[in-house]
């Protein structure tokens, strides 16, 4: 047999078809010829500083709600969105943030819950990155448990006024229509809601110390009336957020393998040029103990996205499976990211190299869409059976 690559040690692309590995080809070379050149830039900048462009470009890319059917987008299945995300991810986490918050969240929102009406208006401009979506569920006092919300809706007439404040929204500030989820008599609902309607406004966060590369923002909504056009009639519980939720978690899932290859792919190679006490410092047996560590948890990882994306190609995957994913691959990363930079040295604090950004960054990826806490309790709870959760 051949001796195992470097860069896929277990040959996991191998388990690609030829589709999925045309698009991993193709979000690949997009990423290193237009994302990779910025991104420290936009890093250090603390945003991104031409969105509405990014969005364009990333939907001539194809990967704007790529796993949606209909309305303009590709319909390609959940390796292949995977593959995307991983190949974004690998460049900066707030870059596959940005497609997941357009893609997996607000248009997957409008495509399960929304109306044909609903579905025709937005979706196939913002596959095409013509108007960008945010997605508003975690408030100031409300994070984890996002079902003690205040963000109310209340009827008026044959349309609704909305009241309340949604906080670190990705893409608020530059969205044309945010999804907001509100109370109402009836439970938790969703609303579209275009954000030129006056009492919408959104202020960005500012001074953010990890996921620099992306707009994070706080929305205060003050009596903003809307039609009854403006409610996603499907939406009903909190089961309906959450379902979204799952669809990002598990480009999360693949996405932070990215970030890990990354990671390990510049440790290894500055071990192999980088000389101390007269040799390259990957000759050193606590260095290649930082290496098998590193090539380990990458390919574990990558194992573990491969085979939930599977289970969701066959339709079963439950979203314990993808908390599974999000749970392990993060802390995975994490732990990559860390060995990666102690490898680099001084040279590992600075932009010059990936490793601390990506660090940093995972610091979010292991809050949001679900606490790593939160999902070892979902994982605690599908195997006892209790609920550990209040
Ligand atoms: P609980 O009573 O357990 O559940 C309420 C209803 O929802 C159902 N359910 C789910 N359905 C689909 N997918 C899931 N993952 C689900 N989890 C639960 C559940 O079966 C129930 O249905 P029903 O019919 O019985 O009513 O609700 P709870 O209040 O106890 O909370 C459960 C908990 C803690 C797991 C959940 O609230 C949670 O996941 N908390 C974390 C919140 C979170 O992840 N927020 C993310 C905000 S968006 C974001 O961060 C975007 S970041 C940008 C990017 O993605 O890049
Ligand atoms: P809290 O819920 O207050 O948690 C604080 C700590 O307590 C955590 O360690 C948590 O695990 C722990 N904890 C909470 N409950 C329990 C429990 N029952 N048992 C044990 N420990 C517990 N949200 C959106 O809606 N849309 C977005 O687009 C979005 N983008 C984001 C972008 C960024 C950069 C960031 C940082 C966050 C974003 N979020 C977004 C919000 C994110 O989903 C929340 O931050 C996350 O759900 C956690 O909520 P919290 O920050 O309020 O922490």
Not at 94 to 112: D, N, P
Not at 278 to 302: C, E, S, Y
Not at 318 to 345: E, I, L, M, P, W
């Amino acid at each position: 047999a051949a001796a195992p690559d470097a860069r896929d040690f277990l040959a996991l692309d191998r388990e690609l078809t030829d589709e999925e590995r045309d698009i991993r080809d193709t979000v690949r070379a997009f990423a290193a010829d237009e994302l990779l050149p910025n991104v420290a830039d936009w890093y250090e900048a603390g945003t991104i500083p031409d969105a509405r462009g990014l969005a364009k470009r990333l939907g001539a890319l194809g990967v704007l709600g790529m796993h949606l059917e209909g309305y303009g987008c590709a319909g390609v299945g959940p390796v292949a969105y995977g593959a995307a995300c991983r190949e974004l991810e690998a460049v900066d986490s707030g870059l596959r943030s940005f497609v997941s918050v357009q893609g997996s969240l607000a248009m997957t929102a409008i495509h399960k819950f929304g109306s044909e009406e609903q579905k025709r208006e937005w979706l196939p401009g913002m596959a095409a990155g013509d108007a960008i979506g945010c997605f508003g569920l975690t408030e100031p006092d409300s994070g984890s448990d996002p079902g003690s919300m205040r963000t109310r809706a209340r009827r008026d007439g044959d349309g609704w006024v909305l009241d309340g404040t949604k906080m670190w929204i990705t893409n608020g500030s530059v969205a044309d229509a945010a999804v907001v989820w509100a109370a109402t008599d009836d439970g938790v609902r969703g609303f579209l809601v275009p954000t030129d309607t006056p009492g919408f406004t959104a202020n960005t966060v500012r001074h953010k110390l990890s996921l620099r590369a992306s707009i994070t923002s706080e929305l205060v909504l003050e009596g903003v009336r809307l039609p009854g056009s403006a409610l996603l009639p499907g939406s009903r519980g909190l089961g309906s957020p959450l379902s979204c939720l799952n669809e990002a978690r598990y480009g999360i899932v693949w996405g932070v393998v990215g970030a890990a290859r990354a990671c390990y792919e510049s440790a290894l190679e500055y071990a192999t040029t980088r000389e101390q006490f007269g040799q390259a410092i990957g000759g050193f047996q606590l260095t290649q103990r930082k290496l098998a560590d590193m090539v380990v948890d990458v390919n574990q990882a990558q194992m573990t996205a491969l085979r939930i994306g599977r289970l969701k190609e066959q339709g079963a995957c439950h979203h314990n499976h993808v908390s599974f994913g999000k749970f392990a691959n993060v802390a995975a990363a994490q732990r990559v990211a860390r060995t990666s930079r102690s490898v680099h040295g001084a040279n590992g604090i600075t932009l010059e190299y990936p490793v601390m950004r990506h660090m940093a960054n995972l610091e979010t990826v292991a809050t949001y869409e679900g606490t790593e806490e939160i999902h070892a309790l979902s994982i605690g709870q599908a195997v006892t059976g209790v609920s550990a959760f209040r």
